[in-house]
């Protein structure tokens, strides 16, 4: 059940008071930083606003995560000024600046999908869960770039040209979600939301030192977020902290029931309504039985594959001194790259799924009405030029915009899914274990103007529907490009509507390991004017990868 504060008397006569010339440090800052701030007096709304602002402005070129700000930030944050001197503070989120991944529906700004295609797209309502973020006092300060329409994992797209990951400006931050997790890095925001269809909230947290779930499928509806695979899609938050994901992931799954999304009928009652963030503070390792996927591994010795490794003993050591019984799963089934080979499925529904979101009366201005429209629609890009949007990165689009869910493939691929999901579970039981962990990425998040991101690990979640919450792990050695090493993270995979148990054991290990850093010019201190109003960031399309020219997205 969700928690509301209300300022005390006292608290209010503090902020009457205290209310003066200190600005709101913006770095590293979580949602118990910025109440503290708030409640304390110490800050207003909009000095938190716009210290996230001043930092977007100072520092979006060094990452070009952000794809769009919202105008409207300041005026709500007076909105909520307001609210604060008058007591009414009701919300678990009360102004926590917060940035969606751009293929969330908002009613105040364009919902793309990093696809200039779409760039017109501007839906009428907000999805239901950044409805349910708005209801829960967050302040969404914009819109974070995003693989084009979250189709890959390198963070590259038409509108938004190349995120660069900001502990390592050669390499990509993960994706599809990479704005979300270069922007929470960089503390452009307290946390940020993606969407994940095989790796896109993970790959994101363990490329950029944060923390995030993949919630069971149907905890959250899906309705509004521009879809790829009935199967596969689940949305959720990136955060720095685990409480920070878990208070998110709370106020997410208040959207319920949901007509639109039959996922949502199959949530037990009893995973209604839990405050994920109330038993953080009691959790232990103490008795636990992890498993560890030895096939999710790639144990050969290589620049690019040993650090991962390294990272992984050595949090898998610290577990065993902490009295965690780990136990080696060695079946053959587990290996990611062949499970993705024979039965992932995205293909057969994608066309399908996007003509119905298309074409949903929600969505006003000029826009594609279908997949195959999409990408054979002109659009005029920042030079002034013409733009084609093709399907040619994408094999797999290729195949989607002439397969659907009444191939025979499809049927058999689905059989394999069931299979699998029973076997895992199975899995479970035999070994006895509280969960399984393995390395999102067996190799560290790849090159600006690699053809793809390889290694990940997010296929098994993916098509099971099991939770997964991934932690920092560690970082490789530090190098000229990566001053202080490149992220690693590790996926800790539960049972079904297991979250508060596998947010239990990221805790723990997130107490005992204390792995988060931020990058190392994230950590400067950015003046932070008074702003009349949102400044306008320009995403950086000249930045796509020759791999990737304009007219291929």
Not at 332 to 342: E, R, S
Not at 347 to 366: A, C, G, H, K
Not at 381 to 405: I, K, R
Not at 486 to 502: A, C, H, Q, T, Y
Request: charged share 15%; proline share 6%; glycine share 8%.
């Amino acid at each position: 059940m969700i928690t509301f504060r209300r300022l005390t008397i006292a608290a209010l006569c503090s902020h009457a008071v205290a209310a003066q010339a200190m600005p709101f440090d913006a770095r590293e800052a979580t949602i118990d930083s910025v109440h503290h701030a708030l409640y304390s007096g110490l800050s207003t709304c909009r000095e938190v606003v716009s210290s996230f602002l001043a930092r977007i402005e100072a520092h979006n070129n060094q990452t070009n995560a952000i794809i769009t700000l919202n105008s409207n930030a300041l005026s709500i944050a007076d909105s909520l000024d307001e609210q604060l001197s008058s007591g009414n503070t009701t919300g678990p989120l009360f102004c926590v600046p917060i940035l969606l991944k751009d293929n969330y529906d908002t009613a105040d700004m364009p919902t793309t999908g990093g696809s200039l295609a779409l760039a017109g797209s501007q839906p009428t309502e907000d999805a239901p869960s950044v409805a349910a973020f708005k209801r829960a006092g967050a302040i969404i300060l914009g819109k974070a770039n995003l693989h084009e329409l979250a189709l890959e994992g390198i963070s590259v797209s038409s509108l938004g040209g190349q995120t660069i990951n900001p502990y390592d400006a050669t390499r990509t931050p993960g994706g599809s979600s990479g704005g979300t997790g270069a922007a929470v890095a960089s503390s452009f925001c307290v946390f940020g939301t993606g969407t994940d269809t095989v790796n896109s909230l993970r790959s994101p947290a363990s490329a950029n030192s944060l923390c995030s779930i993949r919630p069971t499928k149907g905890l959250i509806t899906r309705t509004g977020i521009i879809p790829i695979s009935t199967t596969h899609d689940v949305i959720g938050p990136i955060a720095k902290t685990i409480k920070d994901v878990a208070v998110a992931l709370t106020v997410m799954a208040t959207t319920g029931y949901d007509a639109a999304d039959n996922e949502t009928a199959l949530v037990p009652s009893a995973n209604r309504n839990i405050d994920y963030a109330a038993s953080l503070a009691g959790a232990s390792l103490k008795g636990l039985r992890i498993g560890v996927l030895n096939g999710f591994f790639n144990r050969t010795n290589a620049p690019e594959v040993t650090p991962v490794n390294n990272a992984m003993d050595a949090l898998m050591s610290r577990l065993s001194a902490e009295g965690v019984t780990l136990v080696p799963i060695n079946e053959t089934l587990y290996n990611a790259t062949a499970i993705q080979a024979a039965l992932d499925v995205q293909r057969f529904e994608y066309r399908q799924l996007m003509d119905v979101y298309l074409q949903r009366p929600s969505l006003s201005s000029d826009h594609p009405s279908t997949l195959n429209e999409l990408y054979s629609r002109k659009a005029v890009n920042g030079s002034g030029g013409e733009f084609v949007v093709l399907p040619s990165q994408y094999e797999y689009v290729n195949t989607a915009l002439v397969s659907s869910t009444s191939n025979a493939t499809y049927v058999q691929r689905q059989a394999g899914i069931r299979n699998l999901t029973l076997a895992l579970l199975n899995t479970f039981s035999t070994n006895k274990v509280d969960a399984i962990i393995y390395p999102e990425q067996k190799n560290l998040v790849v090159k600006i103007g690699s053809a793809s991101q390889s290694g990940r690990n997010g296929i098994l979640a993916a098509l099971t529907s099991t939770p997964v919450v991934t932690i920092p792990a560690g970082f490789s050695e530090p190098s000229k490009d990566a001053p202080i090493g490149v992220p690693i993270g590790m996926e800790i995979l539960g049972r079904p509507f297991e979250e508060e148990k596998l947010l239990g054991i990221g805790y723990a290990i997130e107490q005992l390991m204390k792995v988060r850093r931020s990058p190392v010019w994230a950590k400067e201190i950015v003046e932070v004017p008074e702003y009349n109003e949102v400044p306008v960031v320009t995403p950086n399309r000249t930045n796509i990868p020759s791999a990737y020219p304009l007219g291929t997205l």
